[in-house]
């Protein structure tokens, strides 16, 4: 059974909807992944490097859970990369710690599948925007597998409604199966 | 003459060659320009998003300025995107105060233009990275400048010499020129 390890870069993860039931819902499926909460163990952005790497190197699956923000991660999600991903460690030519590992990106999206078009709202398609995480991957000898994305998942206090709400908490759980399955597939 | 407001996002611009001289080289060439150092004002990260935006609303061209991590601005400057460009103030139907403005991304990369290469160590050129650049430009109506940037700014200490480190600070000088000619173009 791989050693699964998720790094949930949500910012508050309290006041989030879609990453805290797909974390949840993930948890039900495979409940020997560990979970690392960043905006519970970094609320003040001071990465404990040491701490991070020892629970990297144990991991044959990485998954990075996150909102994109800006068609990125979020910022507490790249202090975690910025500073645990270092020379020697990640990359380099004695920075091996990684390799042959596999990432998974798991992605939620506030704008609809159909704003993510040439001409339409956001220009672009979701993968268009992934190059800095596929090379990323790539100098870092990380397998990056197939993107595990939701779009639409945006709830607003005082505008979205219940339905709304359900039909996210409906998306994010049909989300965590899509993740279990492609961690499952990887045994 | 227009308001230039550099935004510059080295975590840490003590230690730095490329970026500090950069802006210093710039702010000899023009010398009404406002610089905001975020790692001096927030090295707790928590960014003061009202007077940040209080700037943003002075100026006619920002520049963000910073080097290359992981294909990307460093998380500091990634949170104070996060936190200051807002629904309602950067983007969405009552967003606007951003709009008409002129953006520059003006960055350093370690590796060197050889190594952005299709094939090469970083696989892709510079520019196929900038799609999230492009596209959080476009959500908030600003113009998107042509990028300025340099590669090959890595200064390893106890590795490099006296004499890369001269090489990388004329090539930070020339950097600040083409900086300082593309501001001037917008007159």
Same mark, same amino acid.
């Given at each position: 059974m791989n050693n699964v390890l998720l790094i949930s870069g949500h910012p508050d993860l309290k006041s989030s909807h879609s990453n805290a039931t797909i974390i949840s819902e993930f948890l039900k499926l495979y409940k020997d992944a560990s979970v690392r909460r960043l905006d519970e163990m970094y609320p003040d952005y001071r990465i404990d490097v040491k701490s991070e790497q020892m629970a990297l190197v144990k991991a044959d699956i990485i998954i990075w859970q996150f909102p994109y923000y800006w068609y990125y991660m979020p910022a507490l999600l790249k202090k975690w990369l910025d500073d645990v991903f270092t020379h020697g460690f990640a990359h380099g #030519? &004695? %920075? &091996? #710690? +990684?390799?042959g590992k596999k990432l998974i990106i798991s992605f939620t999206t506030g704008a609809s599948e159909e704003e993510y078009?040439? %001409? =339409?709202?956001?220009? !672009? &398609?979701? =993968? =268009? !925007? +992934?190059n800095p995480f596929v090379q990323t991957a790539n100098l870092c000898g990380l397998q990056l597998l197939k993107p595990v994305y939701s779009n639409g998942m945006m709830y607003v206090n005082g505008i979205s409604t219940e339905d709304d709400l359900s039909k996210i908490k409906a998306k994010a759980t049909d989300h965590a199966r899509r993740l279990y399955e492609l961690v499952l597939k990887q045994e």
């Open positions: #030519s &004695k %920075g &091996k #710690s +990684l390799e078009q040439h %001409g =339409e709202a956001m220009n !672009f &398609k979701v =993968e =268009e !925007f +992934l």
